[in-house]
């Protein structure tokens, strides 16, 4: 990005009550895209008709965008503004169809390519994670074949279920298929629960992924997660991925297919903040499942935590280059 007008971030707080306007994400001015000024954009992708088990996370954006006006700006760990580094707006919703995944996925690539081209990093808030290959499918388009960064309790790199190829238990298998992710520069961590055979646990890594489970998961720390994460993606462009259902279902019951003995709030977002430094072109934050979820939308909330953890990612990535200015954010 470069010059510093306009500089998009959300309005003082000490103006009016966080709880006032319309809901976007974290009060971020809703604005027209592509445009060449803006660094982030958070965009809605409310499509569920490829799930297995529960849907209802067609709801997740709004949910989302509704647990976010508790944001603020500044991030303590990083010692960032994240407002205040980014130019970053809420982009509205892409169009889909119900009930038809393929479509969607064309529709999906179709609304984010124009951003990737104009150097926007997407922040995508589902929706099940079949939309993901629309993603992808975009990001290889500008990108070229990327490399994956998954938390996730499924690997979700099955061929087929219920005889569909497009659903939310095989994007990945499909993106390999169609050349827009790098296995050998992938990985995908956080897999547990029961399964319906032993080639259910290979299948990824048989596909080329690295994969650490739910178990090594729980015993490493997050600087050797970070230390493996780099390892394995290099130099080259990288996507992040974050289901909702690699969190337990104790703190984060809305969810579409829930598993027991996941990882908990501390531990999802160490392991997320043990990132930084790596410059992704993309992420997405799926399978929120509003009708699930507790009276006090607890899933909500821990997703847009996740969803701020990424945009600060992007916002130390960004810090050093970033235009030295005074941030219309300052306040919130």
Excluded: C
């Amino acid at each position: 990005m470069s010059g510093v007008v306009p500089r998009f971030g959300p309005p003082d707080a000490s103006a009016a009550p966080r709880y006032t306007g319309l809901r976007t994400f974290a009060r971020l001015p809703h604005v027209e895209l592509p445009r060449n000024d803006v660094d982030a954009a958070v965009v809605g992708v409310p499509f569920d008709t490829a799930t297995s088990f529960r849907s209802g996370a067609r709801f997740g954006p709004e949910a989302i965008r509704s647990a976010s006006i508790l944001l603020r700006p500044y991030h303590p760990v990083h010692g960032i503004d994240v407002f205040g580094a980014l130019s970053a707006v809420d982009g509205g919703d892409l169009e889909i169809t119900p009930g038809n995944a393929r479509r969607s996925a064309e529709q999906i690539a179709a609304g984010l390519q124009p951003l990737l081209e104009s150097g926007i990093v997407p922040l995508v808030l589902g929706g099940d994670h079949s939309i993901v290959l629309g993603e992808l499918r975009a990001q290889a388009a500008v990108h070229g074949p990327v490399g994956l960064v998954l938390l996730d309790a499924h690997a979700d790199t099955w061929d087929q279920y219920y005889g569909e190829r497009y659903f939310h238990g095989t994007p990945f298998r499909r993106a390999v298929e169609e050349g827009l992710l790098a296995p050998d520069r992938s990985l995908l961590a956080g897999m547990r629960g029961p399964l319906y055979s032993a080639e259910d646990v290979e299948q990824p890594r048989e596909m080329g992924f690295e994969v650490i489970d739910g178990e090594e998961l729980e015993q490493i720390s997050a600087a050797d997660y970070s230390r493996r994460v780099r390892a394995r993606i290099g130099h080259g462009p990288t996507f992040m991925s974050f289901d909702i259902d690699v969190l337990d279902p104790s703190v984060a019951p809305g969810t579409g297919t829930p598993e027991i003995a996941g990882l908990h709030a501390r531990q999802a977002l160490s392991l997320l903040r043990a990132l930084a430094g790596i410059k992704f072109t993309g992420f997405d934050l799926v399978e929120v499942s509003p009708p699930y979820d507790t009276p006090g939308q607890v899933t909500a909330l821990h997703a847009a935590a996740v969803a701020y953890e990424m945009l600060a990612l992007l916002a130390v990535t960004r810090h050093a280059s970033a235009p030295s200015a005074s941030s219309t954010s300052s306040g919130v």
